[in-house]
T-cell receptor, first 114, second 112 residues
Framework: NAGVTQTPKFQVLKTGQSMTLQCAQD?????MSWYRQDPGMGLRLIHY???????DQGEVPNGYNVSRSTTEDFPLRLLSAAPSQTSVYFC?????????????FGSGTRLTVV | DAKTTQPNSMESNEEEPVHLPCNHS???????IHWYRQLPSQGPEYVIH???SNVNNRMASLAIAEDRKSSTLILHRATLRDAAVYYC?????????????FGKGTLLTVNP
């Protein structure tokens, strides 16, 4: 049982490049989400999904796309990277879309956009 | 509009109890209170969550005020490995009922 796996752990992009941050969980969790964390700030929700085929925006969705074709995977796409997207990204999952269940977080992807 | 309020930092001595407070005065009756912690260079880690009654697990205890406007995370015997940022969170009440909003948390320092 690996929990929530994020890849890559580190990435450097040039402005304008695109990339996909991968997130996979093996706990059969319905709910998955992406957060970003910037220095001195808390975690901010980017996008979330309550189940396969269903996604919605969080508080900072601009510049990011998501899809959820399977229960296990929830990739985050940066279509045209900008320096403002330099951050640490965390994927989190929960058994169901309810706060009666705790969240499991991945170990993060540290992204630098130059 | 902060959903939760926590002190920016707290300090404790090793092997002593630690009480980390959190105010959530606007919480509704069905909102669970969650606590997570984040060690340096790691992802957040689930600690505990509860609705009304006090909750205990192997990591900590959660004491919830009777009016549910505040809660306290209790680490019974702090160790150096408990040094982390502790987040008290609750549901974002803007529409959906399952988005957790994280503030800046409390930085806990544990002295040997």
């Amino acid at each position: 049982n690996a929990g929530v796996t994020q890849t890559p752990k580190f990435q450097v992009l040039k402005t304008g490049q695109s990339m996909t941050l991968q997130c996979a969980q093996d706990m059969n969790h319905e709910y998955m989400s992406w957060y970003r964390q910037d220095p001195g700030m808390g975690l901010r929700l980017i996008h979330y999904s309550v189940g396969a085929g269903i996604t919605d925006q969080g508080e900072v969705p601009n510049g990011y796309n998501v899809s959820r074709s399977t229960t296990e995977d929830f990739p985050l796409r940066l279509l045209s990277a900008a320096p403002s997207q330099t951050s640490v990204y965390f994927c989190a999952s929960s058994l169901q879309a309810s706060t009666s269940y705790g969240y499991t977080f991945g170990s993060g992807t540290r992204l630098t956009v130059v | 509009d902060a959903k939760t309020t926590q002190p920016n930092s707290m300090e404790s001595n090793e092997e002593e109890p630690v009480h980390l407070p959190c105010n959530h005065s606007t919480i509704s009756g069905t909102d669970y209170i969650h606590w997570y912690r984040q060690l340096p260079s790691q992802g957040p880690e689930y600690v505990i969550h509860g609705l009304t009654s006090n909750v205990n697990n192997r990591m900590a205890s959660l004491a919830i005020a009777e009016d549910r406007k505040s809660s306290t995370l209790i680490l019974h015997r702090a160790t150096l490995r408990d040094a982390a940022v502790y987040y008290c969170t609750r549901r974002d009440s803007g529409g959906s009922n399952y988005k957790l909003t994280f503030g800046k948390g409390t930085l806990l320092t544990v002295n040997p």
